[in-house]
Each structure stands twice: as C-alpha cells, then as structure tokens.
C-alpha cells in the first residue's frame, strides 16, 4: 500500500508539473525593493529593467511571467520550497549561492561602484579609505567585498539593514562613502535631490569570487529542462539587443555588458 501511495503521489506531482508546463507559466521571484531593477509604482505594480528583462525572455520562451515577492535573503530557500520557478532579483552568479541553486547563462553585468562626496578625492582603495567609514547592505556582496578588501586595512565598514539608511548617513556626514551596484547608487541616491554633491569615486571595484561574474536567474539544481530553456529564450534576448535597450532606458551611461 506504502508503494501505491507513494506512486500515487509521484503520478499527482509529475501531473501538475507537466500541467503547469502546458499552461505556458514562469514563476518569478524577486525582492521588489531595489530600483532600476525592480520595485513598484505609487499603484502597486512591478516595474523596473528585470521585470521588462523577464517578460522578454517569457515571450521568448513563448510563456507568460507571473511573480511572486518576497525578502531577497529568503529569494532561494522560497526557490529550493518551489513556491516558485527561478529567481530574477539582480542576483549576482557567485561560488557561495552555486552551493545551493544552479544558475542560468550570465545574462548582463553591471560594476560595483563606490559613492562620496565629489570633492574628497577618495579612490576605492584601503590606502585611500583609510580611518573612512563606508556604509555597505547588510549580506550583500558588496559587504562582502569590503570586508575582504578593507576592514582589516584601517577602513571602518558599516553594515546597514536598509540602503536608505546608509544614503541617509552619508548625506549627514556619519558616513564618507558608501559601496553600491551602479545602477542602484544612481537609481536610488545620485539622481535624487539629497544626492546632490555626490558621484562616483574611482573605477568599478572587481573580484569575481565575490562579487560573481554577473546577474542571470537562480533556478533549483538538476532543474534542467527550465534551464535548457530559459538560456535558449535568454540567447534570443541577447541577440535582439533587448539587453542594451533596457539598459539605456534605466541604467542611462552607466556601462552595462551581455556576455555571450
């Protein structure tokens, strides 16, 4: 009997999966707090490059988005719980998250950049930064960067909770600099009125062990099939130059590259 319901059980699962499947539907998961990337209007709906990035690639993929919004650091257990199909939140490609999820091809890049005030001459460097306090995103890699490149060098690193809080401590002076994806910094700080005096310092920081070799869609490891087809969806993205659209349109001139 225990091999018959366990049967039954297998049967009923392949059976919604192959019925999901025939509906046509992606399930998205995203944290939508993080502008240009993804966040909500004043009305409540999605909006941002990775929700234009996403229905691209569903109706390369001849399905239909749906998306479901949840914290970024529970993106991949609410992914291994099935609650959806993949992420697509900004998630850098990194050695730590492969442990976990698979991911897809590398879809876009976009540097790590460091913000202060545009008169301090500050570099992203321990020698520039040093006795400095630079404010950083709680688990983001960008936290991660900074304390393999920095603390231990003179400079003070400051984890925050909420990205708002380190603009806000940077504009009151409690912070010289803070380090952020690009994008997001002038999103979120640098085009916004209390980012006035502000600007990038130095060059993109780099270490693709931490920082990861670019954004693509956290899928469940041996999930093959949704793989197979979302690179192949993905490739014709690319090769419309929808990458480089989106990018202009919510990036502007901030450099942003489509690995092949």
């Known amino acids: 009997m225990k091999k018959i319901a366990t049967l039954l059980i297998l ?6 999966m192959s019925a999901m499947a025939a509906e046509g539907k992606i399930r998205f998961g995203l944290e939508a707090l993080y502008p240009p990337f993804e966040s909500k209007s004043p009305s409540g709906e999605l909006q941002g490059f990775d929700i234009d990035l996403g229905n691209a690639v569903c109706q390369a993929a001849g399905a239909t ?3 479901l919004d949840t914290s970024f650091d529970g ?3 609410a992914l291994q719980g099935r609650k959806f199909d993949a992420i697509n939140s900004a998630m850098n490609v990194t050695e730590k998250r492969r442990q976990a999820i698979d991911f897809t091809q590398v879809i876009y890049r976009v540097p790590t950049q460091l913000i202060a005030r545009a008169d301090a001459g500050l570099q992203p460097t321990p020698a520039s930064l040093k006795g400095k306090n630079i404010g950083v995103l709680q688990g983001s890699i960008q936290e991660s960067y900074a304390n393999a490149h920095w ?5 003070n690193v400051v984890a925050y909770q909420d990205q708002n809080q380190v603009y806000m401590d940077l504009t009151s002076g ?7 994806l690009a994008p997001a910094g002038q999103s979120g700080f640098l085009s916004q009125p209390q980012g006035k005096g502000f600007a990038f310092s130095g060059p993109a920081v780099s270490d693709d062990a931490i920082l990861g070799s670019g954004i ?11 793989k197979k087809q979302l690179d192949e969806a993905i490739a014709k993205v690319k090769a419309q130059g929808t990458i480089d659209t989106l990018a202009k349109k919510y990036f502007g001139d901030i450099k942003v590259s489509a690995p092949d």
């Open 11 to 16: 049967t009923c699962g392949m059976a919604a």
């Open 65 to 67: 988005c749906t998306w």
């Open 75 to 77: 993106l991949i257990p």
């Open 151 to 155: 603390a231990g060098q003179g400079v």
């Open 174 to 180: 409690r912070l010289d600099g803070t380090l952020v």
């Open 216 to 226: 693509a869609f956290g899928i469940r490891k041996g999930d093959d099939a949704l």
